[in-house]
């Protein structure tokens, strides 16, 4: 099987674009619609349904994209053990992460990425709302959440602390909670949805925060919001240590209830299709995120309380 009419199948499923894929390898649009053609003939199936306005997968070319992929991954790991090296990685790589975090830790990277890999096309899907992986055919996702699909494979890029937090104005205004129980009466800012988060004491003693039982509350689903708002006095939330670091550091925002641990602490994962070989694009990819943000400074050095 001819593996540059797959890696044309492939980019086609990404861009939706036959012709697009097609300049992007190099072909003219009459021959890149020629070797799809081709490629379903040889396959006995419409890979890709085709209008004068738009093209989208077929139910079989979902099916068959992950074999594609596969098979370009093995390729690319066997040009890999004969020498090829960085100058050979090319294509698309389509990333998801969580936009806050994408803003702050990823974006300020991808220069130096994009010049250790010039050849390589980022797709980014920035977004505090989680989706499916396979059905959004991403190369590769960042998530929070323990890994629980069999067909994934997950690579830990770093913790991910919870801490509740307050602005030095919420707390002169409304007084500094000493216990959980205290925060009943405050104003509670929950992320998406309403579920408690367990609080563990000094003592080992659990209780809960819990936006449903407090006097007021605010819903939100995107990070960065959550966070200005927390720092313009409309409550205390409940936010990741990578996120208010910087804001702990210069006083902006304050650590409440100090003494309690919230009891879920999850981790950063990088999460991508199971898959026998990992293709070139998302190894590098993955080193580099590693590298570069497994050691973060947020995750070693004190903050001011």
Known sequence: M??????LFVLACETLNISAAGRALGMAPAVASTRIAKLERLVGAELLHRSTRKVSLSSEGQDFLPYAREIIAQEEA????????????RGTLRFAAPSSFAQLYIAPLLPLFMQHYPDLTLDLHLSDTQFDLIEGSYDLALRNSVLEDSSLTARKLADDKRILCASPDYLNRQG???TPADL???RLIAFRDLEPRGL???????????????AHRLVLNDGMTQKQLTRDGAGISVNSLWLVHDDLT????LHVLPEYALAE????????PKSNVVSAKVRVFIDFLIDHIGRAQ????PYSK
């Open 184 to 186: 009943r009466t405050h």
């Open 250 to 253: 210069h006083g902006r925002l």
């Open 176 to 178: 500094t909670p000493k």
């Open 78 to 89: 066997a040009m890999a053990a004969l020498g090829a090296g960085q100058a050979h990685i």
């Open 265 to 272: 602490q999850p981790s950063l994962w990088l999460i991508y």
């Open 2 to 7: 001819d593996t540059q009419s797959l890696r």
């Open 200 to 214: 563990v004491g000094p003592d080992g003693a659990t209780s809960d925060f819990d936006p449903k039982r407090a």
């Open 298 to 301: 947020f995750q070693r050095q």
